[in-house]
């Protein structure tokens, strides 16, 4: 079992940055693909970015974040980050983070088998 947590969310101006951070416990996150997915009211949760293991070298961003967020990885803290810059009201959501045992990084929900609680971001204009 895999007990993942967020933190970092709140309330911010377009335009600030935030950093929301996914600490685990458990089970070592080396074996794991890890993803960013977020909720905003009346939506489906989507895909926001994902990071492959053990150690990162490549990571995928949805087409809405990318270049502005980046997902990263601390494996010695068992934890995922995600740093979002330039942020937006459209941002605003609760943002989840998952696992994936063995996993390809992908931005497939039922792919992950781990899910956090959430933490809520909201950006005002």
């Known amino acids: 079992q895999v007990q993942l947590v967020e933190s970092g969310g709140g309330l911010v101006q377009a335009g600030d940055s935030l950093r929301l951070s996914c600490v685990a416990s458990?089970?070592?996150?080396?074996?794991?693909?890890m993803g960013w997915f977020r909720q905003s009211p009346g939506n489906e949760r989507e895909f926001v970015a994902a990071?492959?293991?053990?150690?990162?070298?490549?990571?995928y961003y949805a087409r809405s974040v990318t270049g502005r967020f980046t997902i990263s990885r601390d494996n010695a803290k068992s934890t995922v980050y995600l740093q979002m810059n330039s942020l937006r009201s459209e941002d605003t959501a609760v943002y989840y983070c998952?696992?994936?045992?063995?996993?390809?990084?992908?931005?497939?929900?039922?792919?992950?088998?781990?899910w956090g609680q959430g933490t809520q971001v909201t950006v005002s204009s």
């Open positions: 998952a696992a994936d045992y063995h996993g390809r990084a992908s931005d497939v929900q039922r792919d992950y088998d781990y």
């Open positions: 990071i492959t293991y053990p150690n990162g070298r490549t990571a």
């Open positions: 458990g089970r070592t996150l080396n074996n794991y693909a």
